[in-house]
């Protein structure tokens, strides 16, 4: 039963995956042909392939963006991990205090309505431009949404079952431990994928920003000299990425839920 679910899981997210970029792939294609977009600027995806493997500088070209793409990715998974674990750790204070929920979570709603553009140049100021103001940039975009999901998730547990431990001894930590942390595990991968396009998307901007450096600042650099096949391949690379990332994290949410969801079972 266990390896069926995590196979339904799996093809479902891979199904997914594949319809997704069909879908891209098609958009593309009709974006160019409507808009009769100027192909010297607008790159359809057999130009993008011409780029990256069969053009005379090919290996040139895919060199610097995988190079580029790498360490993007790394700074990316920098914000990703700090965003996250800080939105885990604040969601649970808001579960189990009550009253710093009240005090901070308007000050954080307050705060993510504040663009991101308009806070880097402070936030370089403060933590230069390496990979702190990085992973800080990126961090942000994935903390609120993130915090957003697991409180609600958090809260989701059966009442019932909360009663329960209380009955028999058990602490708000215990309720934690055994009943809103195993309802919570969707809401907290609904956050992890939400998170992934999220933390690169704060990545390049922080390149793009703040460090000018690795693929954001490739991408920009391709733009100011006309290497508009350079663009449009970035951002085909990042976008594979992103969506590879994607399935990963879905794979080992299909692999965590079946076993330790609040459906499964094994939760409690």
């Known amino acids: 039963m266990l390896l069926t679910a995590i196979l339904l899981r799996v093809g479902r997210t891979l199904l997914s995956v594949v319809a997704s970029a069909a879908v891209i792939v098609g958009l593309w294609y009709a974006f160019i042909a409507v808009f009769d977009l100027n192909p010297l600027v607008a790159k359809d995806p057999q130009a993008v392939w011409t780029y990256l493997f069969t053009a005379d500088k090919a290996a040139e070209s895919r060199r610097a963006i995988l190079d580029g793409l790498w360490h993007t990715l790394g700074d990316a998974g920098v914000g990703y991990a700090a965003g996250t674990v800080a939105a885990i750790v604040v969601a649970v204070t808001f579960v189990l205090f009550r009253s710093v929920e009240r005090a901070l979570m308007p000050v954080a709603m307050m705060l993510r309505s504040v663009p991101l553009v308009a806070m880097i140049p402070l936030l370089t100021l403060i933590f230069g431009r390496g990979l702190t103001a990085v992973g800080v940039i990126a961090g942000i975009i994935v903390f609120f949404p993130s915090l957003v999901n697991l409180v609600f998730g958090l809260r989701s547990g059966p009442p019932a079952a ?11 930590a215990t309720v934690l431990r055994k009943v809103a942390l195993p309802s919570a595990l969707p809401a907290l991968f609904v956050s992890a994928r939400i998170a992934v396009p999220g933390a ?10 703040a460090t000018g450096e690795w693929l954001g600042y490739y991408m920009q650099r391709a733009q100011q000299t006309f290497n508009y096949g350079g663009v449009w391949a970035s951002v085909v690379v990042i976008t594979v990425a992103s969506i590879a990332l994607y399935a990963v994290v879905g794979f080992v949410e299909a692999i965590v839920l079946a076993r330790y969801g609040p459906n499964s079972g094994r939760g409690r």
């Open 162 to 172: 909360a009663d329960l431990v209380l009955a028999y001894g058990g602490g708000p």
């Open 200 to 209: 690169v998307i704060g990545a390049l901007l922080a390149e793009w920003l």
